[in-house]
């Protein structure tokens, strides 16, 4: 009788500490998840949120010092604008950037589009009315498209060079230059597709008209 019971005992503790972990409480499963999760998102969002960017930005800083301060341009020692952004010129005696939709003094917290379609009546009208001010100028000349059309961003600061090469008759009349030396200005300041074959080749307007303030106040 005492055998047969103290080998029940027996099995029963090798059935109970036979080396296998019991499992842990639903609580504590739940808790190790949730600290899991918030480790990992700190993790992540420190060294993608800010160490990532830190590193890049001080990398271009580097190599590209003057990109990566936003191509600004200066003037006498002052910043007077960017070369990634288009500035507002109306006079006669400046280049003028392509039309822009946003705003006045092409601002940037407005950057965009009109989004009017092709066949809308009110983008057709206006077109048609900047071509035909464009053409009275220059009878007989086609007009460039980008002096009529806006850019997505409505911030473009680059024009074509025949849209540049359109306003040169305007530009000599009212500095009193010859056409060949305003012409020659632009075929300076006419950059070239990148790499010899991404995109198309442009003239930046407020370059161009800093250069053209240098040979003619």
Known sequence: MHA?????SEKEESLHFDGAVPPAPQSEAVHSIWKTSILFTLVTAVLLGIGYPLVITGIAAVLFPHKAAGSLIMKDGQVIGSELLAQSFTSDRYFHPRPSAAGNGYDATASGGTNLAQSNAKLVQRIQG??????ALNPGKPVP???VTTSGSGLDPDITPDNAYYQAPRIAKTRN???????TLIAQHTTGRDLGLLGEPRVNVLALNLALDQISK
């Open 4 to 8: 047969t019971t103290a080998a029940v």
């Open 130 to 135: 900047d071509i035909d001010k464009l053409q």
């Open 145 to 147: 498209i980008d002096m």
């Open 177 to 183: 230059l010859t056409e060949e030396q305003v012409r």
